[in-house]
């Protein structure tokens, strides 16, 4: 079962999928956490906090800020929480490169729930790194939804399956 959940910040993805992950796993799932936070950025780290504490009970936390398919494993239940900044991550890598990581990832029979921040309703942004960041979440959005099983819009608290 491979699922993508994809909504705005703090638009009710985290609970949705924590449900799902833990739904759909036969033993302890996995968080893969993906922010790499060598920004020092002290706001982002208490988000991160908040997260492995909500998530210490149910989960084993993993963090991969660069490669996602190192640590999938078959028979395993994942929720990559968030490719949006796995992308952000890799920004530096072709667009290529990120999409043959993901076929590898989506080859290993193992249970994946995927968040993606929805970033596709603003406007075009001025620069050109944010341009290529939007560009890349929603071309990699695409190509993850198309994989998935299932995909789910999710608004303020409320989920809206539409695959």
């Known amino acids: 079962m491979?699922?993508?959940?994809?909504?705005g910040q703090k638009s009710g993805k985290s609970s949705a999928t924590?449900?799902?992950?833990?739904?759909?796993?036969?033993g302890v799932p996995h968080y893969v956490a993906t922010y790499d936070n060598s920004y020092s950025d002290g706001e982002m780290q208490q988000r991160i906090d908040r997260h492995l504490v909500e998530r210490q009970a149910e989960f084993l936390t993993i963090e991969a800020a660069h490669s996602l398919v190192d640590v999938v494993k078959a028979g395993?239940?994942?929720?990559?929480?968030?490719?949006?900044?796995w992308i952000f991550n890799n920004l530096q890598r072709d667009e290529s490169a990120l999409i043959d990581e993901l076929k590898q990832l989506f080859e290993v029979d193992c249970n994946v729930v995927f968040v993606l921040n929805d970033v596709s309703c603003g406007i075009i942004p001025i620069d050109k790194e944010s341009r290529r960041f939007v560009d890349?979440?929603?071309i990699i959005?695409?190509?993850v939804a198309k994989q998935c099983d299932e995909v789910y819009r999710v608004s303020f608290?409320?989920?809206?399956r539409i695959k």
């Open 141 to 143: 959005g695409q190509f």
């Open 136 to 138: 890349l979440s929603g």
């Open 76 to 85: 395993e239940t994942y929720l990559i929480d968030c490719l949006s900044m």
């Open 18 to 26: 924590s449900a799902k992950a833990l739904s759909i796993s036969d």
């Open 2 to 7: 491979k699922a993508l959940y994809f909504g």
């Open 157 to 160: 608290g409320i989920e809206e």
